[in-house]
């Protein structure tokens, strides 16, 4: 052929043979193993003892096998016995986060432990704008139905695990030469995972509890963070406020003077009272005398300066005498300074003794004089137009939202306005370190590492404290810790940079340094714990529990040479108490989703331990400031005092009563040499499983000693709460929330602990209108039921029944007022818990 190579003939493309799907239940499909599709349990199932895991596509009806049957299938349908509930596979709830999956897919269980089979369809649907609503029910008994759905139970409706989204690592053949112990351990991890048990190397997806107030476009949320969110796990906690209201007629009759505690007696004024645009001649008017300006200057410097490092001391000293040389000639002074000084001394206000500042004044110092100070300053600050933000107003700034978080002043603007701050510091570069420019002066490169510093950790704080992640993350600058050096060592001319002392001594920085090295560490775990789904390995968890545990092992141990030296001393010790109780609280943050959960899940038994140790940590730090001084126990108490109030609380309230002879065997006051003996002499390990409440079962005393740390921690909170704009609500709920543990701790005085919350309620009120008698925004009410200390005829015998006088004049409210009869609920409108326990929690 010419020695031309014959042509190929093409071939035809083979048409891909379609592969058949498997019939099979999802466990032998997912093993690649025979099934001979009994149903409801297939053979093999049913020979690995794990029956209740055998389930099937909806699509198995046309996969059953020829030889059943239709009627004898629904026949076995119908009379086989339903699988337990907590073995069965459930429809997600449609107000999950979770997508709705398609018909066609497998149902897969959404908790740890697989709860309750196919729930009944809930009579309200999302979108129906409460369709179905019960004759009488209020409309906003279900506002939130519009926003997420159906309602749900008050507690463990939805838990956090949805072991469906576990990502489990697919089991291999062990090979030929492996040896016998390898073998067993193969064995043991193979059938702990036909039991369904998580290890630590599993994939988990959680979704953290939310809370998700408002309807339809108008809501608010709040994450995790927030103590509030805990409240769902006491689901009897309505059933004890009515019965104490049941109980108690007074607070009926004082609900108008209750509402007005409630709410905040400053809410007429003056926060809502208008004034005109503040200038420099009215910022000087209202600074009090120059010996009240000095004593609330001395308690800034010693208790809040050192933890938010804003000002260089000298500098502001310096400029604070020459303002004392030109305040008579209002031109010459800068409005700037005159807004900063006004809120160092609103940012130290509740520290001090107001009767002993009124002795140094001449003039009337009204209850309200800080808060004026910082409305005033913010309303200032609003109308300077600041184009290029410098230093000066990055302080302003900062200290206005420490001076608000002080007084209590827009605690849910906190997290937008540190926002809107940390992106004005980025804009002007102080996230870059400013080593790399040469026209930055070496004062002003350390006063831009403090300030940056400083912005970071309050808004890593407002992040945590409402739930919601950080603005900026450890990769997203690059700027460098300030040096450990005194501020007088700095000075604004130094041409040469300074040498940073080692960390083990004492300077005016040393608290930002040690706090910053765990920085990085809590922004991570800000911001996986406050994600909108937390997908993790638990042994990741465990990794930064260790990491935490560790700063909180590299604390430095501060001496004071000076043992007279009390200033020295109140500081070193505020500034261990602060970096020990912000490593607990991250603790907290990253290991109460899984707490919650130990109770059905073995594996998360390190987080409850964690989460009690930390939480005991937090209010035993609180205890010793508290019994020190007062200024030291209010620098202390945060929201991570909230948190562990109700972590303790939460814990004592879901573990069994424990055996009461080993109650009263000691407490916190009991000396710590005599601690431990009694401990190992009265722990009986064999009365209880080993589990995350094994230590309140057997330790003796403990829950009396937790209690204790608890009660105290309300102490402390209630001097707060008094000083605050609002926080009467708060000590309400949680005076209401340790009389619920401790009724359930011990029912047979049950009616004391019910009548003490009465009692601190009526005395919390009273106290608050005692110490405004006199004062004007009041209004003509003045204390109503509350004067002439009428309410203490009230205060029954404990353990008794209260016993109301027969006269009751001036006790009931006018008629005018429109307090509604029959079906009022005082108790639980004051105490508005519609916020609390009404909630919605996210799965």
């Known amino acids: 052929m010419d020695g031309q190579k014959p042509a190929i003939a093409p071939q035809l493309e083979r048409a891909r043979k379609r592969r058949r799907r498997t019939m099979a239940c999802t466990q032998c499909r997912s093993r690649k193993l025979r099934c001979d599709r009994e149903y409801p349990t297939c053979g093999r199932c049913l020979k690995s003892r794990t029956p209740t895991k055998c389930t099937y ?20 349908e119908s009379t086989l016995p339903k699988p337990r509930a907590d073995h069965t596979p459930a429809h997600t709830p449609p107000d999950s986060v979770i997508g709705t999956k398609s018909a066609r897919e497998p149902l897969v269980p959404t908790s740890i432990s697989d709860p309750a089979p196919y729930p009944a369809l809930s009579p309200f649907d999302g979108s129906s704008h409460c369709r179905g609503r019960p004759p009488g029910k209020e409309r906003r008994d279900c506002f939130l139905e519009t926003v997420l759905g159906a309602p749900k139970a008050a507690v463990n409706q939805e838990p956090y695990v949805n072991t469906g989204l576990l990502q489990r690592p697919k089991r291999t053949a062990p090979g030929p030469n492996i040896s016998f112990a390898s073998r067993a351990d193969d064995e043991d991890a193979n059938e702990a995972e036909d039991d369904g048990a998580l290890s630590p190397s599993h994939q988990l997806d959680l979704s953290p509890r939310i809370m998700m107030r408002g309807r339809e476009t108008k809501t608010r949320f709040s994450g995790s963070g927030i103590y509030a969110n805990l409240v769902g796990h006491f689901p009897d906690i309505r059933s004890f406020a009515e019965e104490i209201k049941l109980a108690n007629p007074i607070l009926s009759q004082l609900r108008p003077d209750l509402e007005r505690v409630r709410r905040g007696l400053w809410k007429r004024k003056p926060l809502n009272e208008p004034f005109p645009e503040p200038t420099t001649a009215s910022l000087i008017d209202l600074l009090p005398s120059r010996d009240v300006v000095d004593e609330l200057i001395g308690l800034y410097l010693t208790y809040i300066e050192p933890t938010h490092r804003i000002l260089h001391i000298p500098s502001f000293l310096r400029e604070l005498d020459e303002f004392w040389l030109q305040m008579d000639n209002p031109n010459m002074v800068s409005p700037v300074f005159s807004v900063q000084l006004l809120l160092v001394l609103a940012c130290a206000w509740n520290l001090a003794d107001v009767a002993s500042l009124q002795e140094k004044n001449t003039d009337e110092l009204k209850c309200y004089t800080a808060l004026e100070w910082v409305l005033h300053a913010e309303k200032w600050l609003k109308s300077t137009p600041i184009k290029r933000p410098e230093i000066a107003a990055l302080r302003l ?278 601690r431990l003996p009694l401990l190992i002499s009265n722990v009986d390990r064999s009365s209880y499983p080993s589990s995350s409440t094994f230590l309140l079962h057997t330790v003796p005393g403990l829950p009396d000693s937790l209690l204790s740390l608890v009660e105290t921690a309300l102490l402390s909170l209630e001097g707060r709460f008094l000083l605050v704009v609002k926080g009467a609500k708060d000590y309400f709920f949680l005076s209401t929330i340790v009389a619920l543990v401790k009724a359930k701790l011990w029912p047979a005085q049950a009616i004391m602990y019910k009548q003490q919350v009465v009692e601190r309620v009526l005395s919390f009120a009273h106290t608050l209108f005692s110490r405004h008698a006199t004062c004007e925004h009041l209004g003509d009410p003045g204390m109503g039921s509350f004067k002439n200390n009428q309410v203490a005829a009230f205060t029954a015998t404990p353990g008794m029944p209260p016993v109301l006088p027969s006269d009751l004049n001036g006790m009931f409210p006018p008629t005018d007022l429109g307090v509604p009869s029959g079906d009022f609920d005082p108790f639980l409108d004051v105490f508005d818990w519609e916020d609390l326990t009404g909630i919605a929690l996210g799965n």
């Open 57 to 76: 596509e909806d699509g198995f009806l046309w996969q059953r096998p020829t030889t059943l049957a239709a009627s004898s299938f629904a026949d076995r």
């Open 397 to 674: 700034s900062i200290l206005l939202i420490v001076a608000q978080n002080c007084h209590g002043m827009k605690r849910s603007q906190a997290w937008l306005t540190m926002g809107t701050l940390v992106k004005q510091a980025m804009m002007a570069g102080y996230h870059r370190d400013p080593s790399q420019y040469s026209r930055i002066s070496v004062f002003n490169k350390e006063m831009r590492r403090r300030i940056w510093m400083t912005i970071v950790e309050l808004d890593l704080q407002i992040a945590i404290d409402r739930g919601m992640p950080p603005s900026v993350q450890s990769s997203d600058y690059d700027t460098f810790p300030p040096l450990n050096v005194n501020d007088d060592e700095l000075h604004e001319n130094s041409t040469e940079a300074l040498e940073s002392r080692p960390l083990s001594e004492v300077t005016d920085a040393s608290f930002q340094i040690v706090l910053g090295r765990s920085l990085p560490l809590r922004l991570k775990a800000c911001s996986l714990m406050h994600s909108p789904r937390i997908s993790c390995r638990y042994k990741e968890i465990l990794r930064l529990d260790w990491e935490v545990n560790r700063q909180l092992s590299r604390i430095p141990a501060w001496m004071t040479p000076d043992a007279s030296d009390l200033v020295t001393q109140h500081k070193v010790a505020l500034w261990k108490a602060l970096i020990e109780t912000k490593l607990a609280q991250s603790l907290l943050s990253i290991h109460t989703p899984f707490a919650v959960e130990a109770r059905r899940e073995s594996l998360f038994a390190p987080s409850a331990r964690s989460r009690l140790d930390a939480a005991t940590m937090i209010l035993s730090t609180q205890r010793r400031l508290h019994e020190t001084s007062r200024p030291l126990s209010l620098c202390m108490l945060g929201e991570w005092t909230l948190q562990a109030y109700i972590s303790l609380c939460q814990l004592l309230h879901t573990t069994d009563s424990p055996n009461s002879k080993y109650l009263p065997s000691f407490s916190f006051e009991t000396p710590a040499a005599l």
